[in-house]
């Protein structure tokens, strides 16, 4: 069982499209197991964005992280981290398929709605950013059974 941390950006929370998101995760029987609105400090996102800190386009970046809040999420499943990016499509909402998240609703490179880890190290790294552990939530998903067989 794998964790990620996913992030719905200012333009997803200001577009109202919280719960059309959510609700694809939750469709795709990927459980949320911590969440929360925050506002995202410069600091914050420099911590989030490091390997991007360099980079000509960050301040534009962090101008857009920090705009509004975000809706913070750790999610949990199976293989969740591959699926989870999976489901985000290309980074650029032009370039993403059609039936991903950014294919679907982003035109823009930048506002493409939704972060996801990118790996297990990520995973941990990101997730310590934004959660303590008294945060994560455990608890049974009552219709897991209905969802996958036991075996898988
Ligand atoms: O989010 P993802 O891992 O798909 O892309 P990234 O290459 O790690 O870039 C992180 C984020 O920076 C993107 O999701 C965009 O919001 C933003 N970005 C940008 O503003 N301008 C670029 N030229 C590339 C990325
Ligand atoms: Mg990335």
């Known amino acids: 069982m ?3 941390l996913v992030l719905l950006k200012p333009d997803c929370v200001q577009r109202r499209l919280i719960g059309t998101i959510i609700s694809r995760f939750e469709a795709k029987a990927i459980d949320i197991v911590a969440m929360k609105l925050i506002q995202i400090s410069p600091d914050l996102a420099k911590q989030h964005y490091a390997e991007h800190c ?3 386009w960050y301040p534009g970046l962090e101008a857009f992280i920090t705009g509004a809040p975000v809706v913070a999420m750790v999610v949990q499943g ?22 991903t998240i950014r294919g679907d609703f982003s ?4 506002m493409n709605l939704v972060h996801a880890s990118d790996g297990v190290e990520a995973s ?3 997730i310590d950013l934004y959660f303590s552990d008294s945060e994560l939530c455990a608890y049974d998903v009552a219709l897991t059974p209905w969802f996958r067989a036991e075996d898988e």
């Not at 035109?107 to 930048?110: D, E, F, K, L, P």
């Open 54 to 56: 360099e980079k000509p």
């Open 124 to 126: 941990k790294r990101e």
């Open 107 to 110: 035109s823009s490179r930048q």
């Open 78 to 99: 199976l293989d969740v981290i591959r699926v989870v990016r999976e489901m985000l499509g290309a980074t650029n909402g032009l370039e993403a398929a059609p039936g």
């Open 2 to 4: 794998e964790r990620s």
